[in-house]
């Protein structure tokens, strides 16, 4: 029998206000009604979730803090990277436990698109001893996204995303829902990612969960506002283009 049978293999059981360093009710960010649901109640993390809601709605909060409890960095990079241009990250994650599956790797990697150029400077002068690196700047950017995620993404490990749409295309987008797929076909990988993107929200087999002013709640794609909302607009963009003059 294999020595992980019976066990998740994913790194990720679950994520939790920590027991020993509560974060007050009324600071920043627990005021945000996503982030008392998660100091409160906690959440269970199967091996893909996806938080969609609003700008300002804490999504990008969540996933942000669960990155930095696992010990990435806050502007992208994998576990132990120091990139840093200037620290706008809430203290949340200081307030969070993560609980591990048993054996599972600690490997990972944390992406956001609004960080990207910084990151990729970043990894311009911390080059790697044992091969050359992609020349990033020298890409569009939806092209290095796409680059980066392919040559860091490999294996086992936690995948997360900040909002990857930022930087693709359709095609692109689709690009990236195919290699989060593979990814997690091995049963190894673990995806977490906030996104506006009815295409990137349809990731299969993910949890989605609403972020708002509720707190959280699970929801099917099918029925999530942003894809009702696309749905409408496609049929006759005209019905919401003429309120605009």
């Known amino acids: 029998m294999p020595v992980d049978a ?3 293999r994913f790194p990720i059981r679950r994520i939790e206000g920590h027991p020993l360093n509560a974060l007050a009710r009324d600071a920043w960010p627990a005021t945000l009604a996503p982030v008392a649901h998660l100091l409160d109640h906690g959440l269970d993390l199967g091996p893909a979730t996806v938080f969609v809601g609003e700008n300002g709605s804490g999504k990008s909060t969540l996933v942000e803090a669960i990155g930095l409890a696992y010990g990435l960095s806050p502007e992208g990079g994998s576990v132990g990277a120091h990139h840093s241009t200037r620290a706008s990250e809430s203290e949340l994650w200081d307030h969070l436990q993560v609980v591990r599956n048993a054996g599972a790797t600690k490997r990972g990697y944390f992406l956001r698109a609004e960080t990207m150029h910084g990151f990729f400077t970043y990894l311009e002068g911390n080059p790697s001893p044992f091969r050359e690196d992609i020349r990033f700047h020298e890409r569009s950017h939806g092209e290095s996204f796409l680059d980066l995620v392919e040559d860091r993404f490999t294996g086992a490990g936690l995948w997360l995303l900040d909002e990857p749409e930022s930087a693709l295309s359709f095609s692109g987008c689709l690009a990236l829902v195919g290699i989060l797929t593979r990814l997690l076909d091995s049963g190894k990988s673990q995806v977490i990612m906030s996104t506006h993107s009815p295409l990137l929200a349809s990731l299969a087999g993910a949890t989605i969960y609403e972020v708002g002013d509720w ?8 029925d999530l506002p942003l894809v009702l909302n696309w749905q409408a607009f496609l049929s006759a963009p005209e019905q919401y283009l003429r309120h605009l003059r």
């Not at 707190?215 to 099918?222: A, F, N, P, R, Y």
């Open 215 to 222: 707190g959280l709640h699970t929801s099917s794609w099918e």
């Open 6 to 8: 019976g066990f998740d």
